[in-house]
């Protein structure tokens, strides 16, 4: 998902400073599109300042649209760009595919603060978008709930809903090198990151990096961690006994993705159930925290989107 509470944060910024400022959404796409549904950008009268509705010509399009809405007097817009350059109206993208963005002005002094905290802390914030402006939440018009995500109507009256924030959660069973490396990477794709470790202090290290730190002791696992098709838990703990205890505990939970770390050797020795993925990664070579970091988060993603829980 791309945007992130970046775009939230510019947004706030903005009309806290008393700018009016435009929040541009791609609401649905087809083909080789590079902008999904739920892409999100911010664009103030300096222009492009957060996110992105998929690049290129395109999103340059979408800038230069947001410019004019804010220099005139309409509160939206919904622009339809189509990636071929036979269109009648191309993009200026060959990829193919088709995309609708929509163009809210977000005026001056709009409270902004709970959504940036809410997504901040790695909760969801559901909000809606049409002809009328943005408003936070469903039908009672507040953070945490609201209509079920997606585009409806035409170009004279459409109502876009969304849920932005986590829709995967992440549990790094380890406060290592390896935990903190995960917890930078996979935070910023959209992961709830939940750090749980036994040993006294150390999970709280990583307190600012993840959305939540737990110290308990790994048998107690199961009463930690909400299972489902996505959620993930990475083990990568201090010993090869309490790597295992940490994967007892959780044998018996639906999960989308369990994988532990360690060399061949350790893991014959500690005998690894079969469907977890065990060196977790893509062997692309890895040694360094951050090169593991990188070849956990690539599978975990690989393998979430074979059985998707939520639409991405």
Known sequence: MSGGVAVWEALRAEVAAGRDVVLAVVVDSEGHSPGRAGFVMAVGRAGWLAGTTGGGAAEAAVVERALALLDGGHTSALLTQTHDDSA???????????????????????????????????????????????????????????????????????????????????????????????????????????????????????????????????????????????????????????????????????????GVLGSPAKLRRIGVPGRVHAPMGLPIGSHTPEEIAVSVAAEVLQVLRRHPAHPA
Not at 94 to 117: F, H, K, N, Y
Not at 163 to 170: D, E, F, I, W, Y
Not at 172 to 181: C, P, R, S
Not at 200 to 212: I, N, V
């Open 88 to 258: 009648a109206t191309p993009s200026g993208l060959i990829c193919g595919g088709e995309q609708r963005v929509a163009l809210v002005r977000m005026p001056a002094g709009l409270d902004l603060s709970g959504v940036v905290e809410a997504l901040r802390s790695g909760d969801t914030v559901a909000w809606s978008a049409g002809p009328d402006g943005w408003t936070a939440g469903g039908t009672d018009g507040g953070i945490g709930g609201g209509a079920a995500d997606g585009f409806a109507g035409d170009a004279g009256r459409w109502r876009f809903s969304w849920t932005s924030g986590p829709r995967r959660h992440a549990y790094l069973v380890g406060a290592g090198h390896v935990g903190g490396a995960l917890a930078r990477t996979l935070v910023p794709l959209g992961f709830r990151v939940t750090v749980v470790d036994e040993r006294p202090g150390a999970a709280a290290r990583l307190a600012g990096t993840a959305h939540a730190a737990v110290e308990r002791p790994y048998e107690e696992l199961a009463g930690i961690v909400a299972p489902g098709r996505d959620c993930c838990v990475l083990v990568a703990t201090h010993a090869p006994a309490r790597d295992q205890a940490a994967l007892d505990a959780v044998a018996g939970l639906e999960l989308g993705y369990v």
